[in-house]
């Protein structure tokens, strides 16, 4: 439904599990015909307290202790899990009732958790879509993809950053607001950038230009669709995003790059280097050194140029 509409059919009873949409895009769902359906919704405000809620009161306390939130997230993202939702109003969570009508339209904004079922036989259709205001809300949800090593389902820095650069070639008025969404996520995203580079510096580490790879590169640990940037592990050419490089790069002043790899001799010991290698799910590799890691700059000579333009403009 992310690019092309779904055909659902119903029955009696038959239900949508409480969830959002993928990269907290909207959704417009049209009932074509049939019986009624019901519809719970909960406002993007207040996602937050229906994740908590959620983890506390119907996965469960110890859920909570080990493994927090992000984990409710990743279950609720397979779309199972139904709950009555008194639960949420019990304990503080705004939460709304609508009933769809055949030849009527129902409207999901980003991040708004929703569930529903069907009164009998009916058929429905459904498609994501975006609006100027949804590039700060895809930029959590690729950040919350890669804390959980979920694949994107679309390339985000790759959107936002042809977006800004549509942008930058049009001429608008200096009161236009329309655009600010995506604005304010672009800057935050180049401002990270500088930041990361700034730090592979610091730490003595090479970073250069390339052209020779392909316009998105998958990190090898989190999934994450890099464009702006990637780094490469020249021992095994394992790629690695940005987020997981500023990780390890932080802590290589303490020599624990090698987390990402296995030194001779560590056994399954609990050292910082091996409790890195779990929670990343890495697979032992051979050593390497900080000379190894290099950060490769993904955009085309232009883009710095387009870079210092735009944000002199929005600024």
């Excluded at 279950?75 to 030849?103: C, N, R």
């Excluded at 910082?272 to 955009?299: F, H, W």
Aim: contains cysteine; aromatic residues 14%; proline residues 3%.
């Amino acid at each position: 439904g992310v690019s092309d509409p779904m055909l659902y059919i119903g029955m009696l009873f038959s239900m949508f599990a409480w969830h959002v949409e993928d990269h907290y895009l909207y959704s417009i769902n049209y009932h074509h015909c049939g019986a009624s359906k019901t519809w719970y919704g909960v406002p993007g405000h207040a996602a937050s307290d229906f994740e908590n809620v959620v983890v506390e009161h119907v996965y469960g306390a110890e859920m909570a202790m080990r493994e927090g939130v992000d984990a409710a997230f990743s279950l609720l993202i397979g779309k199972t899990t139904m709950f009555p939702p008194k639960i949420l109003s019990d304990h503080g969570v705004p939460v709304y009732k609508a009933v769809q009508e055949p030849g009527e339209f129902v409207i999901t904004f980003p991040q708004a958790y929703h569930a529903g079922f069907s009164h009998g036989f009916n058929c429905g259709e459904a498609v994501n879509f975006a609006l100027v205001d949804w590039f700060t809300f895809g930029a959590a949800a690729c950040k919350r993809y890669e804390n959980l090593n979920r694949v994107q389902i679309l390339p985000h820095e790759q959107l936002l950053c042809k977006e800004a650069m549509l942008l930058a070639n049009r001429r608008l008025c200096s009161g236009d607001r329309s655009q600010h969404s995506m604005k304010t996520a672009f800057v935050r995203l180049i401002r990270l950038q500088h930041q990361f580079c700034w730090l592979l510096k610091k730490q003595e580490v090479h970073v250069f230009n390339s052209l020779g790879y392909d316009n998105n590169v998958l990190c090898s640990v989190c999934n994450h669709w890099c464009y702006v940037a990637f780094g490469i592990c020249q021992s095994n050419m394992h790629t690695f995003s940005r987020g997981f490089l500023t990780f390890l790069t932080i802590k290589m002043q303490q020599r624990y790059i090698v987390g990402i790899s296995r030194e001779k001799g560590d056994g399954d010991s609990d050292c910082a280097p091996s409790r890195v290698k779990r929670q990343c799910r890495v697979l032992p590799e051979n050593k390497i050194s900080d000379q190894t890691m290099y950060c490769t700059l993904g955009l085309l000579g232009y883009w710095w140029w387009l870079l210092g333009g735009y944000i002199a403009r929005i600024q």
